[in-house]
């Protein structure tokens, strides 16, 4: 009995030791959004809303400081936009290429391929963009700055592309076979297949994979942080440097500011407008895939 | 009486397996020809030769030779697009397209290309009431596939492969996902079907050859045992086995 | 319609299906040989200078001088501790969710909705969250353990995902098997659950690692350096990493520096290869048990 009572006590205690564990995440994100939003609150005592959204002058560590968030929010737009023209059609076509045409020794070849570049991190990206990337548009466009969106956004779209390929396939592979072999048994090309059957049955899950890819891109920090520049311009000039969110935190954390400063604030509430459109983008993403689930 | 289809010879291997041994077999214009035998006996196997859907399997072979109104259907140059339309196939079971009930029945005209855009609403409504769901269906014609029972969904690949206006008609095992009312109306359907089409039917009931196919294939172990008229097949068979099959002694 | 219309229509999709074959076919083979000129380019600028005096020396404002190794050991140092906070931290999470949780709490349904988004954080922003938590709040400063407990954090959802994965993946019979012998949850748990799920969480917490091993953006914001002249002593000094050294190099115009800053690519694309055939390796254990 006494055994049986100890043994009791022990598995109870277990299972609260786990559960305290399990908390650790839930406040990551209650963490998160109380710190940006408090120095966000204090930031707005400071900065009227109006002038923060609508002025397109950011310059908060100048004097007299002055803070448009619009150049930033341009700077990361060009990027996401800019990057997408990459990672949505190329990271689309390998998906289908690798789900539809590919035979499997093909696609046990290339699907490691992918996976490893994946894997590079993103200053590496940074750093190919800058002393490669940058260099060969410089040879075919003279005026380009060195510090250049188009640049980074051919990094950050290469860096994404693999989540768009192996999400897309994921979708597309678990259409199931008998659909596929119905199509084929109408007299369908591979390529009528994909296009007409396999890519509209997967839609949800390839639109997801493009928003996620979007959203990476919009949080990608150390190529843009690198390559794109440190001047908050309001332009879509892609050959023109520039800043985004994240290159200005980055920008602001290397130098030495104080803590309870302006200038500090605005560094959160440039995470918390971050948060806000990548949180938002992944949202859209869910809903999307759980909207149109297909029961087959 | 034509042949539609002449098979000499035919064996087929998955890999090194050997799934199809010398078939031999006519298979007559405007009739049903019906294929019975125990599972894993080549059946299936035997009427995805004719539309090539093996291609789709890495690792196949097929060599003999299938005649189809004198064209060979192993030629590896033969094109498998154009053969599909003029062969068409009802799966085992129901798998429409995640799209709407029309859209369902148009895929394969709007890939082939082969009748004016003008056409299609008649199109759409002769094929579904050749698959008998037009009734059932004419006010809905935008909702999704999806949303029909499971009868009616296979009905719905009936009129979707009947839409590219094929010659012969390959059905595997159509009515085996169905309950017995849906399974009844598919096969008065058949009846109806043989007026205009070739059908092969893969069946594992051997109540439903006897009751709708003029012409039965015994099939086991890969080899065709027996062939003939259903009525000499079921009342009188050649073979020791053929008789033990359908008197129930195994299967 | 004529016959040889019919035919030139045939053709011309056979010609539209071959033709997006190719071009499908040239997607992929564009994104890799971009993996082979980034690799053959870092190679290229950076072999020239990586010697083993490079990998022993300190860092240097002279680049034919410099060398990394106290990015090399706080890169060493902070993904070991990251090692130990995160990994139990991950696991124990797994555990609670696949074997005590009700599947149809609002606990459990909470917690899949959280670690989806933290999931799709950027990371700079667990950045500001360990600069205000761990460096201001708790004062640990910027050190060595608020870098690791930052990139815990982080990687959390990952291994929190890969570890569930590999626990579902344990058959339930094995599970039932042990609690028909009268043994408890939480032996069950430790006796049998755990060791068969034990590579596949090893995998994905060391595919989680490699990931932190790359980062600089959190670090840059909870105040790790680009440029320190000694050696991490304990985890409470200051450091930096082999991905803010590279990011420091990088960021200076000279072109001696832009070949150091390859050459310290060089040996953490090394680290990471090394970890990954780890990861790969563990993986093909696992499948091959199972199958």
Known sequence: MEKRKRHQTEEKIIEIG???????????????????????????????????????????????????????????????????????????????????????????????????????????????????????????L?????????????????????????????????????????????GSTRLEVALHV??????????????????????????????????????????????????????????????????????????????????????????????????? | MTNKIKVEHLDFYYGNFQALKDINMDIHQNKITALIGPSGCGKSTFIKTMNRMFDLIDGTKATGSISFDGTELLDKNLDVVQLRKRIGMVFQKPNPFPKSIEENVLYGVKRHGDVPKSEWDELVKTSLKKASLWTEVEHKLNQSAFSLSGGQQQRLCIARALATKPEVLLMDEPTSALDPIATAKIEELLEELKKEYTVIIVTHSMQQAARISDYTGFFLNGELIEFGLTKTVFSNPTDKRTEDYITGRFG | MGKTSKRRRLAQRLFLNKFFEYL????????ISVLLILVGDVLRKGLGSLDWSFITSMPSSRPERAGILPALLGTLWVIGLTALISIPVGVGTAIYLEEYANKRSWFFRIMNINIGNLAGVPSIVYGILGLTVFVQLLKIGPTILAGALTLSLLILPVIIVSSVEAIKAVPSSVKEGSYALGVSR???????????????????SILALSRAMGEAAPLIMVGAVGFVTFLPDGILDRYTLLPMLIYNWTSRPQDAFAQIAAAG???????LLITNITAILLRRKTQNRVE
Do not use: C, H
């Not at chain 1, 209650?30 to 707005?44: N, W």
């Not at chain 1, 290339?110 to 590079?120: C, D, N």
């Not at chain 1, 250049?148 to 592979?173: H, K, R």
């Not at chain 1, 892609?238 to 302006?262: C, H, K, R, Y």
């Open chain 1, 18 to 140: 786990l559960i305290l564990v399990s908390t650790i995440s839930i406040l990551t994100t209650i963490g998160i959004v109380i710190t940006l939003f408090y120095e966000s609150y204090e930031f707005f005592m400071e900065v009227s809303m109006i002038e923060f959204f609508t002025t397109l002058r950011w310059a908060p560590v100048f004097d007299p400081p002055s803070f448009g968030v619009l150049p930033l929010l341009s700077g990361t737009l060009l990027i996401a936009v800019l990057s997408s023209f990459i990672s949505l059609p190329l990271g689309l076509g390998s998906a289908i290429y690798l789900s539809e045409f590919a035979s499997k020794k093909m696609r046990q070849l290339i699907k490691p391929l992918l996976e490893l570049l994946a894997g590079i991190p993103s200053i590496v990206y940074g750093f190919f963009a800058l002393t490669f990337i940058t260099p060969l548009i410089r040879q075919i």
């Open chain 1, 142 to 186: 003279p005026d380009t700055s060195v510090y250049n969106a188009l640049s980074a956004s051919i990094a950050v779209g290469i860096m994404t592309l693999p989540m768009v390929a192996s999400l897309s396939e994921d979708a597309m592979m678990a259409v199931p076979d008998s659909i596929r072999q119905g199509a084929y048994a109408l």
């Open chain 1, 198 to 296: 396999i890519v509209p049955a997967a839609f949800s899950g390839i639109a997801a994979s493009f928003m996620l890819a979007i959203s990476r891109a919009i949080g990608e920090t150390m190529i843009v942080a690198i390559a794109a520049g440190q001047t908050p311009t309001f332009t879509l000039n892609p050959l023109e440097s520039i800043q985004t969110m994240t290159g200005f935190m980055v920008n602001m954390a290397l130098g030495d500011i104080q803590q309870g400063s302006i200038e500090f604030k605005t560094v959160f509430v440039v995470g918390a407008l971050l948060f806000l459109v990548t949180l938002a983008l992944n949202f859209i993403a869910k809903f999307v895939i759980q909207k149109n689930r297909e029961v087959y």
């Open chain 3, 24 to 31: 499908f076919l040239a997607a992929i083979l564009l994104s």
């Open chain 3, 186 to 204: 939480w032996r069950t748990i430790t006796g049998v659950i755990l060791p068969m799920a034990l590579p596949g969480i090893l995998t994905g």
């Open chain 3, 265 to 271: 690519i060089i040996v953490m694309m090394i680290l």
